[in-house]
């Protein structure tokens, strides 16, 4: 094959990652809209990560590392990347202490 076909293969399958990417996205915003009672429990949830991804960010340094294999150059770019660690571990605890909370109760039915 050459190589001017498999650059239009791309070209074309970008393009249609693109629309389908932003059909999901439009299709997502309508049904937002249309049934809105139905959509406050994600929107609750949307709302909880973003809140947790804050605490995250507000708890993250602007140190910033530049011996390391990829280095990071701005503070705003090492706080983001700080605030995401920080999230994960609030997550990964989050989770911890819902596991315990769920099988202790199901200890007393």
Known sequence: MSDSLINIGLVAAYV???????????FSIYQLIVNFKKAKGALIGIIA????????????TSELYLDV?????????SRIIGGGIHATF???????????????SKLFR
């Open 16 to 26: 249609l990652l693109g629309l389908s990417a932003l059909g999901v996205i439009l």
């Open 69 to 77: 294999a990829i280095p990071v150059s701005s503070e705003t770019v």
């Open 90 to 104: 609030l997550f990964i605890g989050l989770a911890i202490i819902a596991t315990v909370y769920t099988e202790v």
């Open 49 to 60: 990560l973003v809140a947790v991804f804050l605490v995250g960010y507000a708890m993250a």
